[in-house]
C-alpha cells in the first residue's frame, strides 16, 4: 500500500543498497520543544517537524511522505524521546552518493560537479577504486533470521545476474525464471507456486506447504544445509522467534523463518529433536491474534 512506502519492509531496491535504504529518526523534547533529528546525518532528506510536545502519557511518533521525494513529515506527540525509528528513503543510490560526498567534504575532500543518477556500461571510463562482496551466509542470515526483504529482493536479482552469461544486470524477472526452474526441478507442480518477488510482500505470491518442505528437504540433503541452518532464526535465542520457545526442551532447537502480512501467517523450517530433525510448514490466511500462538503449538508438538 503507498501507504507503507516509508517503512522499512517497504524500502527501494537498488543495485546500489546502503543503510537499509533507510534513516532513523528521533524526536526529543526539551523545555517544551521538541527537536527531530536523523541518522547518517544528511542533507539528503528534509524532516518537517510537526511533532508536539507533550508533560505527561506515552509518547507516540510517525511519518509519512510528501510528493516531493525525500520530504517526510515527522508527526505525533514526544514527552521525552521517540525513536529511533526508521524511515525509507527513495532514490537509494543517490542516497549514498550523496552522504558520499558529504563525508568526503568533511574529510576536507572536494568534489566537483553534480550528482549525476545514470547507467554505466563496459565501455563507460571508470576506475574501480574498491570492491566488496557481501558473503552469502551474511546475506542469508539477513534474509531468514533477520527477515530483511530488501536483502531478499537484492539476491533474487543477484541469482539471476549469475545465470546470465556476462554475470550482470540481473532482474526481478530473471529471478523468478530461475527459482521456477529450480522449483521444477524439484518435482513441485506449477500449480503450487507463483513467485512473484524476493521478499514474499506481492499478495501475488503463492506457495503450497508441500512446495517449502521440498525446498527445505533438498537443501538439507545437500552440502549446504550448515550455511543454511545457520541462517535461520533460533527459538529462545535469536531473530524473529527469540522471544519465544524459552522452555528447555525447545530453545536453540526449533530453526525457522517467520512471515506475516495482514491477514497472512508462515512458520517452516525444522525442529531437531532427540528422535531426529523434522522439517515442517505450516501457512494460514484469514489469520487472527490467536494463529501465532497455534503455529507455535503445532511445532512444541513435534517435541512433545
Known amino acids: 500500500p503507498k501507504k507503507e512506502l516509508n517503512r522499512r519492509y517497504a524500502c527501494e531496491v537498488s543495485g546500489l ?18 527537536a527531530v533529528f536523523v541518522e547518517p546525518k544528511t542533507g539528503f532528506v528534509k524532516l518537517i517537524n510537526k511533532v508536539k510536545p507533550i508533560s505527561k502519557g506515552s509518547s507516540a511518533v510517525g511519518s509519512y511522505r510528501q510528493p516531493e521525494p525525500n520530504r517526510i513529515v515527522v508527526h505525533g506527540k514526544c514527552r521525552k524521546q521517540a525513536g529511533p525509528f526508521a524511515v525509507a528513503i527513495e532514490r537509494p543510490a543517490a542516497f549514498f552518493g550523496f552522504l558520499l560526498a558529504e563525508n568526503l567534504a568533511k574529510a576536507g575532500i572536494n568534489t566537483n560537479g553534480q550528482l549525476v543518477e545514470k547507467t554505466v556500461g563496459d565501455d563507460y571510463n571508470v576506475r574501480a577504486l ?3 562482496s557481501t558473503p552469502i551466509a551474511d546475506c542469508l542470515a539477513r534474509c531468514n533470521k533477520n527477515s530483511l526483504g530488501l536483502a531478499a529482493e537484492a539476491l533474487l536479482k543477484t541469482i539471476s545476474a549469475n545465470s546470465n552469461p556476462d554475470g550482470k544486470n540481473g532482474s526481478w524477472a530473471g529471478g523468478r525464471q530461475v527459482i521456477s526452474r529450480y522449483l521444477l526441478g524439484l518435482g513441485i507442480d506449477r500449480g ?22 521440498k525446498v527445505l528437504s533438498d537443501t538439507y540433503k545437500s552440502r549446504h544445509w550448515r550455511v543454511y541452518k545457520r541462517s535461520l532464526a533460533v527459538g529462545g535465542v535469536d531473530g524473529t522467534i527469540a522471544r519465544y520457545f524459552k522452555e528447555e526442551q525447545y530453545k536453540g532447537k526449533i530453526f525457522a523463518k517467520t512471515g506475516y502480512m495482514a491477514g497472512i501467517r508462515a512458520f517452516s523450517g525444522v525442529c531437531s529433536t532427540a528422535d531426529g ?24 508438538a513435534i517435541f512433545d
Do not use: M
Not at 17 to 33: D, H, Y
Not at 277 to 295: E, G, H, V
Open 192 to 213: 503450487q507456486f507463483y513467485i512473484d518477488d524476493g521478499s514474499g510482500l506481492s499478495r501475488q505470491n503463492k506457495l503450497s506447504a508441500n512446495a517449502i518442505t
Open 17 to 34: 543498497n546502503f543503510n537499509g535504504n533507510c534513516i532513523e529518526v528521533t524526536a526529543k523534547n526539551t523545555g517544551g520543544k521538541v
Open 277 to 300: 530433525d523434522y522439517i515442517f510448514s505450516i501457512l494460514a490466511n484469514n489469520t487472527n491474534s490467536k494463529t501465532r500462538s497455534a503455529f507455535h503449538d503445532i511445532a512444541k
Open 130 to 132: 574498491a570492491e566488496y
